[in-house]
């Protein structure tokens, strides 16, 4: 165990020392194994190693551990620890998963052609000279060299995400491992075709046992039958996707449903914000007069801002992402609005117009949501920050609104033909026009 440094960190590696200058991989072998190995400790040179000596030590230790234990016969290994036991044991062969699918020919003395694997006979071969008697780790490394182990949850999740056009986006990524992690931890990491629809059907229930609502259960179903369909398609599975049309049962706890704000509520929130007049309510005010998702807004950088036409730019980017190709557009600001947005424009000290929440690193919507909540229900009593988006909904409608023009100012898809799609959309003036109608009830003193 040593430390080693990376950059400006400093971390504690088992398995990594120096020799004379030269980094190594080094560890004890135990010492009723070692008659097996024929040596009592494992050194491998890192000299020549252009990957992070860090993550090396951490995989070779890893594996190394598992290896042990498995030649040890433990009962508690996982089904993880079993396969990387498998692999490993190739690796001190020489040979890696997969290698043993190569065949030769020959002729025998008759002249009778005989195929046979290379491979897998310099697997037997080590086997029986460092006397391993047949068992679960020896038959998981022929499977392991066939390329005939399984693929685990775990493995099929990064296949998933691997080949996913959002695997870059970072809260993406957290959220679906989110889903895909809980049905692992009731579970745990087997294998995927060992999850059938009798396993999906119980983890429908035992998440809905724990009170969580109707819509969040099939939100995670959706995610697990689309790892399973990529698992599937990209790895040349013959497995059934257990969770293809499986269904919440009726009478099921549905969500709670997200009512607008009254006027007078709507009108106490945007005076307060105004009051208030820093960064975290002035993101409240944009809300309000957008209709806006809190992470569009957060999102914004100061080249989505025009200053000379007050439009605010919904894009996407690579530090936030946008829900769906009906959520790019650009929205005009009525004059409160537009004021609000001037004023922190002008104290953005960087490329980001709300950069407490907002950075190269990402948009923490997150954060906001909670802090915003918290300040709302004080204001109004009740309500969280999205039904900001609800209320001018509302609005829209109740001064007759077109409902077209309603879902291009607030980024939902239409249900209309394909024509909606051709053409440049509405002209800002239009959707100015109606958003300073449905707000014209509003008298901030």
């Known amino acids: 165990m040593t430390k080693l440094t990376i950059g400006s960190i400093t971390v504690i590696v088992n398995g990594y020392t120096i020799n004379n200058g030269v980094p190594y991989y080094q560890r004890a072998i135990p010492v009723s194994l070692r008659p097996r190995f024929g040596k009592a400790t494992i050194k491998i040179s890192l000299r020549n190693e252009k990957r992070n000596h860090a993550l090396v030590c951490h995989r070779l230790w890893q594996g190394h551990t598992s290896l042990f234990a498995a030649m040890q016969c433990d009962g508690s290994l996982t089904p993880p620890e079993k396969k990387i036991a498998a692999l490993e044991l190739l690796q001190l062969v020489g040979l890696s998963e997969g290698d043993g699918t190569h065949q030769e020919k020959f002729f025998d003395h008759q002249g009778r052609t005989e195929t046979f694997h290379p491979e897998q006979d310099v697997l037997h071969d080590y086997l029986v000279h460092n006397d391993f008697k047949p068992s679960e780790l020896t038959s998981n490394a022929f499977k392991a060299l066939r390329g005939e182990l399984p693929v685990l949850l775990s493995e099929a999740f990064s296949v998933y995400l691997d080949n996913h056009l959002k695997k870059n986006d970072k809260k993406f990524a957290e959220s679906q491992k989110q889903h895909w992690d809980k049905l692992i931890s009731l579970n745990g ?5 060992s999850i059938n629809r009798k396993v999906a059907v119980q983890y429908r229930d035992a998440r809905l046992a724990t009170g969580v609502t109707a819509a969040t259960v099939k939100r995670e179903i959706n995610t697990l039958r689309a790892v399973f369909a990529s698992a599937k398609r990209e790895l040349s599975l013959t497995v059934q996707n257990p969770f293809e049309s499986l269904t919440v049962p009726e009478g099921v706890k549905q969500s709670t449903q997200r009512l607008p704000f009254s006027r007078e509520q709507f009108s106490e929130i945007v005076k307060e914000a105004i009051n208030a007049d820093d960064e975290r309510r002035r993101a409240v005010v944009l809300l309000a007069f957008t209709g806006a998702r809190l992470s569009e807004i957060l999102g914004l950088r100061n080249e989505d801002v025009d200053l000379t036409t007050k439009v605010i730019r919904i894009y996407p ?58 300040w709302l229900k004080k204001v109004a009593n009740e309500g969280v920050i999205h039904q900001l988006r609800h209320t001018m909904r509302d609005a829209l409608r109740a001064v007759q609104c077109p409902d077209s023009i309603a879902k291009s100012i607030g980024g939902w898809s239409s249900s209309q033909d394909v024509s909606e799609s051709y053409g440049l959309g509405y002209p800002l003036d239009v959707k100015l026009d109606w958003l300073n109608k449905a707000y014209s009830f509003l008298k901030i003193s």
Request: hydrophobic fraction near 40%; glycine fraction near 2%.
């Open 317 to 374: 980017h690579s530090e936030r992402s946008l829900k769906n190709q009906k959520s790019i557009r650009n929205i005009p600001l009525v004059p409160t609005a537009f004021m609000v947005l001037e004023k922190q424009f002008k104290d953005s000290n960087c490329d980001f117009l709300f950069p407490t929440y907002a950075s190269a690193l990402g948009v923490n919507s997150d954060a906001a949501s909670a802090a915003l909540n918290k």
């Open 189 to 193: 990491d087997v294998a995927l075709e």
